[in-house]
């Protein structure tokens, strides 16, 4: 089963103040880390839009495919349907958020061996729903149907979802604001 990854990487980050994915964690751009969590996927995927060629420029994409999704602003839904797009034909996708540093490789992996239980997969963290997600084909090929900033939330509701228990491999934190940074 061919599973790619798609990390979405669009928005401005005007809660945070600026280009989050090039603000530094552990002496690498933000973004990098999402990136490193889908490096065992192939093939991989990098959505991005705001100032996306500083960071293009910037941030080791670790062989993802850099996608510019120009309609970025409209939200969520369009870095979905460009990077679906993209990625091609695959079976399943493992959508990572750019914003979630510390989501790991491994709990990719373990949401990418759910491929082919039930419509998707998804991680939760002591039960609580989070991303990662895998969305198989035939959600991805209901990406079209998606407007707005709102991502498969409302497609995934009506569909046989797997959750996998990745707690004691990643953590679900994001960062929206400079102050979410800091406390990691």
Known sequence: MKVGGLVLAAGDGSRFGGTKQLATLAGRPL??????????LQPRV????????????????????PVVCAGWREGQAAS??????????VDAAV??????????????SAIAAAAGRGDAARATYRGTPGHPVLLGRALLDRAGELR????????????DVHDVEVG?????????????????
């Open 148 to 159: 707005g900033d709102v991502g498969f939330r409302d497609l995934l509701a009506q569909a």
């Open 31 to 40: 973004l990098e880390h999402a990136l490193a969590a889908v490096a065992p």
């Open 168 to 184: 004691g491999l990643a953590d679900p934190a994001d960062i929206d604001t400079r102050e979410e940074l800091s406390r990691l």
């Open 95 to 108: 959508v990572v958020l750019g914003d979630q540093p510390r989501i790991t490789a491994e709990a990719v």
């Open 80 to 89: 979905l349907r460009a990077g679906v797009a993209a990625l091609g034909d």
């Open 46 to 65: 990098v959505v991005l839009g705001h100032e996306a060629g500083a960071i293009a420029a910037a941030v080791d994409l670790q062989g993802a495919e």
